[in-house]
């Protein structure tokens, strides 16, 4: 299988950043969204974002952030990408990335065939497109909801910039997303817990082993 990037989100502990570097998964992701079970305050993200080794990207995620929010993410600890998981338009998209100077990634839900438009719009102003499935109607939470999408909607397509396929993902099913898609990034939260926001080390590496080899995840 080609080299595929794992980003694991919602990291809450120092020994869930430990586990994330073990498995050998690409990203973390912080959540800086307070209504999600995976939100982290600003001083225990920072702890955990220096926890995190050399080489394992810190990505804050933020749902509609304002200036004085990000300001804050920013300045209290080293990052490498921030996640745009709410409404932000292209152009508040193109200005978080000239005021911060940092890549940005912008999550669009998918459901149908008509939710691919603006993926294109935004592949012009981000540095990276996440493609979650779309929160179900009156869903609190944007992302995490353990929610997949048609994989075949995206099947094969190509987008201006790398891309990272979310939605739904599980140690069980991450390798046929992969296979139907050619996503080279995957994104999982839910898929490697045991309850909302509590990480399991056994599901992360079972997650990262199914999406980067060719052979069957083992669970123990």
Not at 103 to 113: A, S
Not at 184 to 193: F, I, P
Request: a negative charge.
């Amino acid at each position: 299988m080609p080299d595929i990037r794992v980003k694991i989100c919602g990291l809450k502990t120092e020994a869930d950043v430990a586990a994330v570097a073990a498995s050998g998964a690409a990203y973390i992701g912080l959540n800086f969204f307070p209504p999600s079970p995976r939100f982290v305050p600003l001083e225990t993200a920072r702890m955990l974002a220096l926890a995190a080794p050399v080489g394992l990207a810190k990505v804050a995620l933020t749902v509609d952030a304002d200036d004085a929010t990000l300001d804050a993410i920013v300045e209290a600890m080293p990052l490498d990408m921030l996640q745009l998981h709410g409404h932000e338009s292209p152009d508040r998209v193109a200005e978080l990335r000239a005021r911060y100077g940092l890549p940005v990634m912008k999550v669009l839900g998918v459901r149908d065939e008509e939710d691919l438009a603006p993926l294109l719009e935004f592949s012009m102003v981000a540095d990276q497109i996440m493609i979650d499935a779309k929160a179900p109607k009156d869903a609190p939470l944007p992302g995490g909801n353990g929610v997949a999408f048609d994989w075949r909607l995206v099947a094969q397509r190509r987008w201006l910039r790398p891309w990272m396929l979310a939605g739904g993902l599980t140690p069980a099913n991450v390798a046929e997303a992969i296979r139907l898609t050619n996503a080279r990034q995957v994104d999982v939260s839910s898929g490697v817990e045991t309850a909302p926001g509590v990480k399991d080390p056994a599901r992360i590496a079972a997650f990262v082993k199914a999406a980067t080899s060719d052979g069957p995840p083992i669970l123990r």
